[in-house]
Protein backbone atom coordinates (compact mmCIF):
# COMPACT_ATOMS: atom_id res chain seq x y z
CA UNK A 1 0.00 0.00 0.00
CA UNK A 2 2.68 2.36 0.18
CA UNK A 3 5.96 2.85 -2.12
CA UNK A 4 8.27 3.09 0.57
CA UNK A 5 7.42 -0.86 1.19
CA UNK A 6 6.81 0.54 4.85
CA UNK A 7 3.95 0.85 6.81
CA UNK A 8 5.54 3.71 8.86
CA UNK A 9 2.46 6.37 9.29
CA UNK A 10 -0.15 3.94 9.29
CA UNK A 11 -3.01 4.13 6.37
CA UNK A 12 -2.82 8.26 6.53
CA UNK A 13 0.39 7.83 4.84
CA UNK A 14 -0.54 5.18 2.03
CA UNK A 15 -0.06 6.33 -1.66
CA UNK A 16 -3.17 3.48 -1.74
CA UNK A 17 -5.38 6.03 0.66
CA UNK A 18 -4.62 9.05 -1.87
CA UNK A 19 -5.21 7.28 -4.64
CA UNK A 20 -8.60 5.84 -3.89
CA UNK A 21 -9.42 9.19 -2.20
CA UNK A 22 -8.62 11.33 -5.34
CA UNK A 23 -8.20 9.51 -8.62
CA UNK A 24 -10.71 6.97 -7.98
CA UNK A 25 -13.41 9.56 -6.49
CA UNK A 26 -13.24 11.58 -9.01
CA UNK A 27 -13.52 9.05 -11.69
CA UNK A 28 -17.06 7.89 -9.84
CA UNK A 29 -20.19 9.25 -11.05
CA UNK A 30 -21.78 12.50 -9.48
CA UNK A 31 -24.57 10.34 -8.60
CA UNK A 32 -22.53 7.95 -6.92
CA UNK A 33 -20.37 10.43 -5.34
CA UNK A 34 -23.15 12.42 -3.60
CA UNK A 35 -24.30 9.40 -1.82
CA UNK A 36 -20.82 8.55 0.08
CA UNK A 37 -20.16 9.75 3.39
CA UNK A 38 -16.62 10.76 5.28
CA UNK A 39 -15.77 8.11 7.29
CA UNK A 40 -13.22 7.97 10.68
CA UNK A 41 -10.76 5.47 9.84
CA UNK A 42 -8.32 4.52 12.89
CA UNK A 43 -5.21 2.29 12.33
CA UNK A 44 -1.90 1.75 13.52
CA UNK A 45 0.77 4.45 12.91
CA UNK A 46 2.93 0.90 11.59
CA UNK A 47 6.26 -0.06 12.26
CA UNK A 48 5.71 -1.71 15.46
CA UNK A 49 3.97 1.37 17.01
CA UNK A 50 1.80 1.56 19.58
CA UNK A 51 0.41 4.77 18.35
CA UNK A 52 -3.39 5.14 16.71
CA UNK A 53 -3.94 7.73 13.56
CA UNK A 54 -7.18 8.73 12.45
CA UNK A 55 -7.98 9.71 8.69
CA UNK A 56 -11.61 10.99 7.37
CA UNK A 57 -12.11 9.08 4.30
CA UNK A 58 -14.66 8.76 1.58
CA UNK A 59 -13.24 5.21 0.25
CA UNK A 60 -10.90 3.08 1.98
CA UNK A 61 -10.03 -0.66 2.15
CA UNK A 62 -11.70 -2.52 5.15
CA UNK A 63 -9.81 -4.43 7.73
CA UNK A 64 -10.31 -7.57 8.43
CA UNK A 65 -12.04 -7.96 11.24
CA UNK A 66 -14.71 -5.11 9.37
CA UNK A 67 -15.11 -7.72 6.53
CA UNK A 68 -15.95 -10.78 9.25
CA UNK A 69 -18.30 -8.94 11.10
CA UNK A 70 -19.82 -7.85 7.93
CA UNK A 71 -19.98 -11.15 6.88
CA UNK A 72 -21.22 -12.63 9.80
Keep these: ?3 SGSNAGGWP ?3 LRTWLNDRIYK ?10 KRVRV ?10 IVYSDDLLYVPALAELNAYMG
Design 27 to 36: ALPVSYRAIL
Design 42 to 51: CSSAGNLSNE
Design 13 to 15: ATS
Design 1 to 3: MSS
